[in-house]
Each structure stands twice: as C-alpha cells, then as structure tokens.
C-alpha cells in the first residue's frame, strides 16, 4: 500500500478514526481500506487518487487525543452534528406505504458480525480483553478457513460462538455502561440468532439451518434487516 509522506488534514483522520470505530477495525485494516474502498474515499473527502496514509498516524493522533481534556471530542462532534441537522432525531416509526428504505450497509455473514463484534466487545469492555478467545479467528483480513469444508467451517462457527458465550458470562459481572451493554447484548442476539447446538456433541455450534425472524443482518447497523417490497424483490434496509 502507498503512504504519502504529507500531512493529512485533521478532518481526514477524524473521519477515519469514526469509520474505524463503526467497524471495529484495527490501525492497520483502516487504513488498507481507506486506500481500497471508495465509500471510505467518498467519506473522508479524498479523489480516488488520493493514497491512504501510514497506519501510525491513527496511533499518533489517539495519543494525542487520550493526552488531552477531551479524548472523545470528534465523536462528540459528530454526535453534535447529527443532533444539529436532525438526521436521525427521536425512534419514531412512520408509515411509508411499504416503501423501501436500501440501506448503504453491508451485509455481513454469521463469522463476520460474530468476529466483528467480538473484537467490539473487547474494544469497549477493558476488563474482558483477559478472557482467552482465539484470536487467529478475529483476524479483519479474516480467520483461515477452508470454506470448501464442512467440517472446517463448523469448527470456526464453534470456536468464534465459545468465545462470544465467555465474554458474555464473563460480562455478566461487571459494572457495564449503556454503550458497553449494548455491545455486549449484540453479541449474543448475533450468536443466538445465528448459531444452534449440534446434536449429541456438547461445545460443537453450527450456522443455524433457520433464519430467525426479525435476524439482524449487520453489527455496523442493528436496525437495518432483509425486506421485500414484493416476493421477487428482497433487499436490504428498512421497511
């Protein structure tokens, strides 16, 4: 990947550091996305052109930030700014006459909201960043998996659902803020919703051969679900 030696703008690096966020991203996978994914391009204002920059730079403007007054003062802006324009006031449901609302998320499969959201949780939860999980599988490139085995594939599905039940059980006795317990209750809505015991083998999970109602399809955005405006048009969005 190419690193521009120049100074980026602050705004750039914010708008990074709140996409990182959202996806849960480390340093470094930010970063490779910012130089592959045009969305991103599109978000943080740079021409297709434009090189990302080196990952240290996330690293150095987080330390910037923790050594300062206000560690969270971008995410503050951007709440401000969302507050301000109205864009996603109150939690009222309107009417549409069934129109379909697309949703620009992408859809995400039970191993990636299930790694993703354990690398959330451990993220935002310090104290369970002690509990053992198997972090060859939270890999943002991705886990090693032969996607062509069966076998292989249920293994990865039981050690990412093992992982997510510790956390869980291990959050369970913790005092946890509300952003921490959302995060931690995601984490089992996704492994509930997504995952069943196998028969007969105690600790063995596999991919659940039912699609539970209301299934959330994305931890970047919980509300966003599979909808239909007619039985040969599904989509993803809002309804």
């Not at 859809?107 to 990636?112: D, H, M, Y």
């Not at 972090?135 to 076998?151: F, H």
């Not at 803020?177 to 996704?190: E, F, H, I, S, Y």
Request: hydrophobic share 45%; charged share 30%; glycine share 10%.
């Amino acid at each position: 990947m190419g690193v521009v030696a120049r100074r980026r703008p602050g705004e750039v690096v914010a708008a990074v550091m709140v996409l990182q966020a959202l996806e849960g991203l480390s340093d470094r996978a930010a970063c490779a996305r910012l130089q592959t994914d045009v969305g991103w391009k599109a978000a943080a204002g740079l021409a297709l052109t434009d090189e990302a920059f080196h990952h240290t730079v996330l690293t150095l403007w987080r330390n910037r930030l923790r050594a300062g007054g206000r560690p969270d003062r971008i995410f503050e802006a951007v709440r401000g700014l969302i507050a301000a324009s109205g864009a996603v006031a109150g939690r009222e449901r309107r009417v549409l006459d069934s129109t379909v609302l697309d949703d620009a998320v992408a859809r995400q499969g039970t191993v990636t909201m299930l790694a993703v959201q354990i690398r959330r949780v451990r993220r935002l939860v310090g104290e369970l960043g002690e509990v053992p999980v198997r972090e060859r599988n939270l890999d943002p490139a991705g886990p090693v998996v032969d996607w062509a085995d069966p076998a292989d594939i249920e293994r990865l599905v039981s050690e990412l659902t093992d992982d997510a039940l510790d956390l869980i059980g291990a959050a369970g006795g913790l005092e946890l803020d509300d952003a921490q317990a959302d995060a931690v209750g995601l984490l089992g809505l996704v492994a509930g919703q997504d995952t069943e015991p196998v028969d007969g083998e105690p600790g063995r999970w596999r991919i659940a051969r039912r699609t539970a109602k209301g299934r959330v399809i994305s931890v970047v955005d919980p509300e966003s679900r599979h909808t239909h405006k007619t039985a040969h048009s599904y989509r993803d969005g809002f309804k």
